[in-house]
């Protein structure tokens, strides 16, 4: 497995996508193809596992895309059944860099009364110590990963059936998750109590004849021609079985909902609905909203694509500017490209990106971006359009600065990596080297997201902590590694 | 290899990408970033020959994208020197539907002067008789690719050294064609006479010690930070070393050029300069014009990704319609993707596209496109922008009916299978099933490209043969095969 | 994964190797040749487990030839330090046939104070028991070999230290093995109480700083150039670590040891010395006693390549009729070949063995074999052998009839399958169409093997299960699937 | 491509066989089973090239064994037709050390009145100066074979059909060689006019509907089942269709035969008929006069493996000196192996042959193989054998000292390299350490190859240029690039 490109290295990384299927014939199928619409939420590896009445489970996990694994007959055919479900996930492996195989998700696990398969979308932030209590009471681990830990739970659980086995596991794990599971029979969602991650459940065939689907987000609900039935919601568990529909249960203690934002700024698709809003809608409005917060002077909006594009579209709107492509995306940029040589490796975002010279020349542009994180690539886009010929270069982004790491299930950098965690917007502007550069504001942000009265500071609508530093549960892996909190002070 | 996606096939395909480099070390990893840039012209295979003063000749020819072949150092390091050329195809093979590895290019031959490598882009017109007579004179043939012709008949020449014999074998063929060559010292690129394939110079590094660079099209010496110098003018031979620099010579009879408008309408990326214009303003004043031509009242503008978007942005700016994003491309799309049952077939365009049916339910909504070819896509299209609840749908294109197949280079499907071939634009209306269908006119085209009195009738600007069915060069290979050309009458 | 060689199923397999290294540089470079040596017990899978102190443990598991797979840098390199086990398995899968990556050895588990890497040669004859058990009380497993149990047990034990851990788990283990397992400083060597399986112990390198190698058998001692100190004595448990040398403990109630003896006949290398015994030489010494036991009147004594050769010296040598190689092997026959149609599938045998027609024609002849199982090549190779002209042809065999599966790390048919299960000697020949068939006895076997009295009938020196249906160890899961043991009556 | 194994490399490599199948459903099945059978004549990579009436000529070529290549149906079903013929070849690549596949045969070529293919075994010995030849006339040549030169040959004859074509192709080619070639309906077989590479014909199937066959050996009629009708004349030429049968042509000026006696004592296989002798017989008679030669006082005879075996039992039958098994060989031995420390890379040979100690301990051994190449291999093994603790080490050669190259398709190393070039018998010994050395003589060989008066030196029977440096055809080639034929004075 190659690293990861250096160039993509500069966004937030959503780590995983879930997706599941009962009451169709051959359900994998359809998973492969609703793990193909969330390929965003996880281009590293994926996995399958079906179950079929006569020939049990079985299981396919692979590195890479899920169009070049999960497309020919001679894979599809060893997944038969109409129960699967599936799991697309990012590397975040550490200074390795690497993930090995027994890594991928879906996790599998033999009880006395029947095999599971959970995938698990999130961060389980009391890992570590479930783990050394695991071990210490005779559990072998097969894998690096935190999810295996639910597995490890399930199976010690005295509950006779395995949802019940399920919500014992689930009660011992702290952090933000969403899992789809599956038993012989039963197809189950869970999120947890705070809804961070997402989760929807949709119907697909005839109404006489319709089976279910679980999926991260509503767009891979369209691309098997699903119906989209309602959002799992928070703290909710649905235990689904083709004779008896879908079962509503409440493991948890109830908590006010606080949804993770990024999902609305960048990590979840465009023509996903989220929340009841339009992923797209709501980005374009935040491009609305910073024209409004920070308008500018200039001849030409441009998005840095792809991610940039609705809110470049809400702001060209909003402002009267022309909107145009300034920067054209290489469509066969992969994970990987050749760097032999120092010469080349300077090149460094030419690989993805070029400048659309003879729009660019002589004009004051707007560059309109979803995040600055390290703030690497926004300094080689700003030096890509002066040697282009730009007049003024003036960066607006759709969210407000990233200073905090997430522990719920997302790839950022250590603190100190983050531009934000640093620099002041105004030192931002500097070290890029731009004309101007504004954020949204955090209530700009909560606007854009449906919030008309902006955020509310006592009892936050979403789970912001990428940009307050507000954590609505506690890191505690983290902190035991040393991650400090946001101090009064700050 | 697998099968190019069923719904990629409703476009016309440029068939090759030519790059050269030479005077900088390492010249085939400039050559790789090169043809990456140029992916788009070919997806199928690729090839890489270079020459090292000591190493001699090497060369690596591989199916698939340039990012997954070339970038490893196993591979590049076995390609050393100065001096190589590469070359990009699309598969244009017929009922067997494969090309062999002996058929990707660059075409070797060694010469009892010395070897010669060539890539060439376009399509020998009188291939068939030129193979017939060389087979009969005894010349041993190793690949189909008609361009196998040129590096036979250079070795039956008389001349002296290589560039002549290239003259010589140049001059026996007929049809468009671009071709970048080298020989042990010299870079070659030759245009017909009509200069229908495109190919530009540009210059690579230091003033004091640059290299040269020729490439298919711009956006390739952007990638390499090369610098344009020129285009290679229609009929032009440069013959290229370190010593001596460019060398110029005019090798074919002089003809007016016809160079091919669908480079700019399609093929060619949009961060391209050709004949001195930038495709993506090209394209975007075809949508100007097409908004003129054939206005609709209507509340959304929505390009069908990613060919449609510069000139949905010119409809949108002329009309004062706003522009959105109805349909969103999935990004992980690849040539291929899992069939396996005729419930998941008849899906098909939502493997790839998805609209946003927040943004369209409702609206009348204008959808511009680039071309239709079969018309299948489109059909799909619409019926997707329908489910999601659109009040109306306007199609609108931006290039006239495409009723003549290219035989210059360009995959097209055979004439009885081009919509506009057998229909009028009515019939296509109601074919598609949409509330009005509007090409832009050939005029029009025209005048987006600069020409503005439109197109000179008696001796036009440009080969626009697959709208106007008016060959500049006869197809002599496919009139034996029992093309017919266009009658007096039609 | 393709499926073993048809011609090659007419033989007992043994079902795997085992070998550990301690104390020189690189040990998985060791592991690999000690492996390689040992390929003979199991050609389907291999996998090295290695331990580095600054890298801890590092493993990889790949199916096909030690050859093949643990030979390129690429690999070895992640297998770093001073400590390393490895495995090579030949498949037992049932129905499925075919073995999944996750059972390839060694296993390894995480306890609480530390890791540990098994690899098991034999079989657990109670697995069933102890992996419902294990499941019941909340383990999790991973692989569908029985011999994941004893990671387990280790896990459960309440032991403080790995090697204490072991001795718990190998207790509650039923069955005939041999375990090689190591931690991050210890390697360690068990054989059950009967030692049915073998295992010896080598030290390697310069006196004064000398590591230490456990190992199947000797032969693969000799490969890395070790020096053969000792075999682990039945019932015994070493404990090695480069501080205190060798550490021996008991941790099995004593019993009579019960060598496997067709460990001597068929499963080990002629070059291995078992027992204090030249494999070849005991051999070879079968011939001779079969030579005396079943002498015929003939031209030629022949091989059946490779097996019977030094029995067939033996016979030569003791009769005085002339030794000859009338069967020719095909050096290049792997585990697979084309099959295409019936008329080729016929030819059977001849893709491996062909026979010598110039030496066979007119000769009566006597082919030395090492065991008839299901008797279908030797039925073939007797076709072969009259084909070629042979006068007469006489079978002699180098074990006595096998007329019972193994149920202690050896993949045989089930008993039904066995021809000696079901047919007299007599009725062999008359299938087999030969003019002669001649087993060695059970007491020329055992004074073959050095014990000049024979077989002890009261208190065999060996386990000869296969050849007598007296099991040692009682075959539990088997008869709790149906297996009959042999009745007073037979 | 791995290199070979450098334990190998003391051997002479025959470098090619061919195989030919006319009349068979599916012929190139039986193609694969044949080079399979002929793969000790080359184990780099083998190709086979089919015809059939409906899909035209097909082939593959593949690096690597035929078993590992020719046996999917996945392969052999893209190879449908009643002809075929294949080639298996052994690298004989210089400083570069690789073939390139394109320097695979079967070569094609496509003529005005078809195409044909050709395999050919041997080598041409003034490839150069025709290779100059054709370039110069403007033939573009696709390998570096030699052997390509005939297909250009043939493409620029004026004879109007193919077999006529090969006629005067291999009129102009000098050396040795053995052709199988096809047509669409056609079955060539051609040998040099001195015979120095075997060729043999065979008939297939039932009497009434029988095909034909063209084999490098015998070997590969009994694995097809073929019944062998007769040798390939000196100098004929074969030319078989289904309707006409066997059509013998006379191309060449007639010469008295050169048979290469080398192949008599390694290269074929020994299940082979020579000339109407047995290879076994030849090699195991080669052991008697041997022990006629050069006997010597000892207590044990033993075969270097494989090669030497036959001669070892011969030997040891005239002698009365018990045979026995003293140096084992390790079965799963392949080409390539590893060999990452300067430890490791110490063991040498010990990766593909060990001592079996307990036989060789305090005896004097006789070592019989079946040649000295360079003398690296002799000399690890006398190591081996004092090592186990033999009392005396004697060494007995089946063939006359190597001391000339082979340029007749033999892969030979430089003059130079070869231990009988630079020493006489008694400086051999005493490099290789051993009690005692003894080549068989050359008219002994003649002997025991069925010349009772020993060799005719006026007029040698066989081709026996690499012991006496007598070359029957001038090496034109290599004495171009500086070779020194033998002089009076040697």
Known sequence: MPPAHPFDDDKLHEECGIFGVLGVQDAANFVALGLHALQHRGQEAGGIVSHDPEQGFNSARRFGYVRDNFTSTDIMETLPGPLAIGHVRYSTAGSKGQTAIRDVQ?????FSMGGAAIAHNGNITNANALRRELIERGSIFQSSS?????IHLMARSLQRDIPARMEDALRRVEGAFSVVAMTRTKLIGVRDA????????GRIGPEENSGWVLSSETCAL???GAEFVREIEPGEMVVISQ???VESRRPFRQKKPRFCIFEQVYFSRPDSILGGRSVYETRRQIGVELAREA?????LVCP??????????GFAHESGIPYGMGIIRNQYMGRTFIEPTEQIRNMGVRLKLNVNRALIRGKRVILVDDSVVRGTTSRKIKEMILDAGAAEVHFRIASPPTAWPCFYGVDTPQREKLLAATM????MRDFLGVDSLKFISLDGLYRAAGEAGGRNNSCPQYCDACFSGEYPVEPADMIEKGFKLKTAAE
């Open 222 to 224: 369209d691309i098997i």
């Open 146 to 150: 935190d999810s295996e830990c639910i």
């Open 243 to 245: 004779e008896t529909g």
């Open 304 to 313: 840095v694509p792809d991610s940039g594009t609705p809110a470049a579209i």
């Open 295 to 299: 308008p500018v002077e200039a001849d």
């Open 424 to 427: 002041s917007e105004d030192e």
């Open 106 to 110: 879906p996790f599998f696990g033999e």
């Open 194 to 201: 705070l809804g961070v991650r997402p989760l929807v459940l």
